[in-house]
């Protein structure tokens, strides 16, 4: 998994290094999006699977997962593809 996080940044990172100026790549888009979004799902799952096994109350893995930087990071990075997506979508 820890591999699998780095090759995520990886690509997440060379993404959004090109310039606004140029464009990404529909199919980059959508394996960056899905990148991303797999492992914020999984990063959920498994802040969900260990606040269970410590026998969390629900409002407190919630608050968790609502206030973890990295997911707020990745919902932020997500925001940024779909915001790049949608002027192509729109031709």
Do not use: C, G
């Not at 090759?7 to 090109?18: E, G, H, P």
């Not at 980059?28 to 699977?49: G, Q, V």
């Amino acid at each position: 998994m820890i591999v699998e996080i780095i090759q995520i940044k990886k690509v997440f990172s060379a993404n959004m290094k090109l310039r606004s100026n140029k464009v990404l790549d529909q199919q980059d888009l959508k394996l960056s999006k899905k990148l991303i979004t797999s492992y914020k799902k999984r990063l959920e799952k498994e802040i969900l699977n260990r606040s269970m096994k410590l026998r969390m109350p629900q409002n407190k893995f919630e608050e968790i997962i609502h206030n973890n930087n990295e997911l707020i990071n990745l919902k932020k990075a997500l925001e940024k593809l779909e915001a790049k997506t949608e002027p192509h979508s729109k031709v």
